[in-house]
């Protein structure tokens, strides 16, 4: 009823003065028991508490970094969704088990650690050089205590120095590179037979009993998903445009503040001749390349057209039009050919440029000098900018005036026709499926669900659009009875039964090629065809026949001498006999180039799953009691 009242009047004197009255009652009455809290202990580790203010501390930062990777769909439900509270403790319970064992070992952090490191950051410094009041400023912004900072900063260092002393000694050998680097690079290809389901369903017989035990043993696969229907206010922000007037002041003040956005860097136009050739090409063959470029670069000097002779002598993909590179501005180009273009005057050729491409003959045709659009070219497009930000924010600001007076019981249906704003009401959807008539993400949808039947949303911007959702109506998941799918189960049962076929005709073909039977032989006989994958890796998905489960691991295990598995395999599409075909392995000047970054990688992998066993044996170990956690929340 209050809340109600509130709602209502929310710009009324009455309101303002009971939210005063509110306020003192909060801070006077309240004050003590939210500051207490912060004192109260929320766990304990080894006999060690952690605080309620440790864990407010770092629940903040949590919610905080959530909030900002959900941006404008975000909605406080999501809290419960990510179990945002008891994430925050166990971050907490990991960095006290943490300090406890490197005090243990004599480990610790010195303040002179800790002052260089807050020091060096960038967010503290101004013009090179630490700044005490950016530094308290930007603290007291994030409502945090310099040394609630230096705690974290302190804590942060002592898990890298305690990572760093636990994997001092651990070292990827040159052989473990190796390994690594060939169980992802090596290479098979494979040939194979495909029985497609499709090609037994004629022969296939559907008896309703063996097709309802059929039914009750996959019944989940048929459970009926969650769904919910949603009732929504639409704030567009072009329906406000007409009321936008700009004067020419403000036009004149975003030209003169954005000044950048108008200015035309400096473009050359040019066409070139490329003369293909590695840049490790041996020294010979870039001789031949060189000799064959300068005799061109002779013709272009003495006043060939130099499109003609691009058509003719270029390797390059502009050949056929001449060499034409159209206009450019720097950046666009790689290095030796921008330096040497924009170093030119108009109608100059330049002498060879070697790149990584070959050599280039290049001829600059134009030059546009650096300008900056005059004020009355861009006013339009400036005019259109600030009618766009001003509509977003009075679209904005309708949108919250909806919210803040808006009943806390309320039919949004009926509550959109009271205030004349378009309202729309979608069918039932899953999370499966996109918002009907909007689409969207899955950060929306996540948002959305994660509201009670008839909880109205927060403001919600989506592509460039303001909306209130109410969740009018949820209808829970279920596990239908049998004649609600029996459409999509006749046919799924169908299926499984042309599957089983198809597998048992692969293991009886299987059976024959392995006692013996040609190849090609076998497969004219039974009207079958052969085909071959194209190389891939362990890491890939076999060509032409896609993600199939153990395929690839028992593929790398065959060879010539042993060219058949033991099994079949089966994916969606069906059953698959295959053989091995050949083998490639690794390119060894390759590994050379990528041993660095292989090695890295392989560190980084051996380092996390050794801290965090390291860490999960510790906290095994450890005396932790999270009874007040309960009452804490």
């Known amino acids: 009823m209050l809340l109600s009242l509130m709602r209502r009047h929310a710009k009324s004197w009455l309101i303002k003065f009971l939210i005063a009255i509110i306020a003192l009652v909060f801070i006077f009455?309240?004050?003590?028991?939210?500051?207490?809290?912060?004192?109260?202990?929320?766990?304990?580790?080894?006999?060690?508490?952690?605080?309620?203010?440790?864990?407010?501390?770092?629940?903040?930062?949590?919610?905080?970094?959530?909030?900002?990777?959900?941006?404008?769909?975000?909605?406080d439900n999501l809290i419960k969704v990510f179990d945002l509270k008891n994430r925050a403790l166990e971050e907490l319970i990991d960095k006290k088990i943490i300090s406890q064992e490197a005090r243990r070992i004599g480990m610790d952090i010195t303040e002179k650690e800790i002052q260089d490191r807050i020091l060096s950051y960038p967010a503290f410094q101004f013009r090179g050089q630490f700044d005490e009041n950016r530094y308290r400023s930007l603290l007291a912004n994030n409502r945090m205590k310099p040394e609630n900072f230096e705690t974290i900063i302190a804590q942060d260092m002592l898990r890298q120095k305690l990572s760093q002393f636990l994997l001092t000694f651990l070292l990827a050998s040159d052989r473990e590179i190796l390994e690594q680097y060939t169980y992802m690079n090596q290479q098979v290809k494979i040939g194979f037979v495909h029985f497609?389901?499709?090609?037994?369903?004629?022969?296939?017989?559907?008896?309703?009993?063996?097709?309802?035990?059929?039914?009750?043993?996959?019944?989940?696969?048929?459970?009926?998903?969650?769904?919910i229907k949603l009732s929504y206010i639409t704030i567009d922000p072009d329906d406000f445009?007409?009321?936008?007037?700009?004067?020419?002041?403000?036009?004149?003040?975003?030209?003169?503040?954005?000044?950048?956005?108008?200015?035309?860097?400096?473009?050359?136009?040019?066409?070139?001749?490329?003369?293909?050739?590695d840049p490790d090409a041996p020294e010979d063959e870039e001789k031949k390349v060189k000799e064959r470029a300068l005799e061109v670069l002779e013709k272009a000097h003495s006043g060939s057209d130099f499109s003609e002779l691009a058509k003719q002598y270029s390797e390059g993909p502009t050949r056929e039009d001449g060499g034409d590179l159209g206009y450019f501005s720097r950046g666009r180009m790689v290095k030796p050919f921008e330096d040497a273009a924009f170093a030119m005057e108009k109608g100059q050729i330049s002498?060879?440029?070697?790149?990584?491409?070959?050599?280039?003959?290049?001829?600059?045709?134009?030059?546009?000098?650096?300008?900056?659009?005059?004020?009355?070219?861009?006013?339009?497009?400036?005019?259109?900018?600030?009618?766009?930000?001003?509509?977003?924010?009075?679209?904005?600001?309708?949108?919250?005036?909806?919210?803040?007076?808006?009943?806390?019981?309320?039919?949004?249906?009926?509550y959109a026709a009271q205030h004349q704003v378009p309202a729309s009401t979608t069918a039932y959807f899953s999370r499966d499926d996109p918002v009907p008539e909007l689409a969207g993400d899955g950060r929306l949808l996540e948002s959305i669900f994660a509201l009670q039947e008839k909880d109205v949303s927060d403001v919600i911007e989506f592509k460039e659009k303001f909306y209130i959702f109410q969740v009018s109506s949820k209808k829970p998941s279920y596990l239908?009875?049998?004649?609600?799918?029996?459409?999509?189960?006749?046919?799924?049962?169908?299926?499984?039964?042309?599957?089983?076929?198809?597998?048992?005709?692969?293991?009886?073909?299987l059976a024959e090629l392995k006692g013996g039977r040609d190849w090609s032989a076998l497969a004219e006989e039974w009207n079958m065809e052969t085909d071959t994958t194209d190389f891939f890796t362990r890491l890939d998905?076999?060509?032409?026949?896609?993600?199939?489960?153990?395929?690839?691991?028992?593929?790398?295990?065959?060879?010539?001498?042993?060219?058949?598995?033991?099994?079949?395999?089966?994916?969606?599409?069906?059953?698959?006999?295959?053989?091995?075909?050949?083998?490639?392995?690794?390119d060894k000047?390759?590994?050379?180039?990528?041993?660095?970054?292989?090695?890295?990688?392989?560190?980084?992998?051996?380092?996390?799953?050794?801290?965090?066993?390291?860490?999960?044996?510790?906290?095994?170990?450890?005396d932790i009691d999270r009874s007040p956690f309960e009452e804490f929340k």
């Open 29 to 75: 009455y309240f004050g003590y028991s939210f500051t207490s809290k912060e004192g109260v202990k929320v766990a304990e580790v080894n006999g060690e508490v952690i605080s309620g203010m440790e864990y407010q501390r770092t629940y903040r930062e949590l919610l905080t970094n959530l909030k900002r990777e959900y941006g404008t769909v975000w909605n």
């Open 196 to 227: 497609a389901p499709e090609d037994f369903k004629e022969s296939i017989q559907i008896d309703p009993d063996p097709m309802k035990n059929y039914f009750e043993e996959h019944k989940e696969a048929y459970r009926i998903p969650e769904k």
């Open 351 to 414: 002498d060879l440029v070697r790149t990584s491409f070959g050599y280039h003959i290049i001829k600059v045709e134009d030059i546009r000098e650096e300008k900056t659009k005059p004020l009355e070219e861009v006013r339009e497009q400036i005019s259109d900018i600030l009618t766009r930000t001003q509509s977003m924010d009075l679209a904005n600001e309708k949108a919250l005036s909806l919210i803040d007076q808006m009943p806390y019981d309320v039919d949004l249906d009926e």
């Open 589 to 622: 000047e390759k590994f050379k180039e990528e041993k660095e970054r292989y090695a890295a990688s392989l560190m980084m992998t051996k380092q996390q799953y050794i801290f965090r066993s390291w860490l999960d044996r510790l906290k095994m170990r450890a």
């Open 541 to 586: 998905f076999p060509p032409k026949i896609g993600m199939t489960p153990g395929l690839q691991e028992v593929a790398f295990k065959l060879s010539r001498e042993n060219r058949y598995p033991d099994t079949i395999f089966e994916n969606e599409k069906g059953a698959y006999v295959i053989r091995w075909e050949a083998e490639k392995g690794i």
């Open 480 to 509: 239908p009875e049998m004649e609600e799918v029996s459409e999509e189960l006749r046919e799924d049962y169908g299926l499984y039964l042309a599957k089983k076929e198809a597998e048992s005709a692969a293991e009886k073909y």
């Open 241 to 277: 445009r007409e009321k936008i007037r700009l004067d020419d002041l403000e036009i004149v003040s975003y030209y003169e503040d954005n000044m950048e956005m108008f200015t035309e860097e400096r473009q050359v136009k040019a066409r070139h001749i490329l003369f293909k050739v």
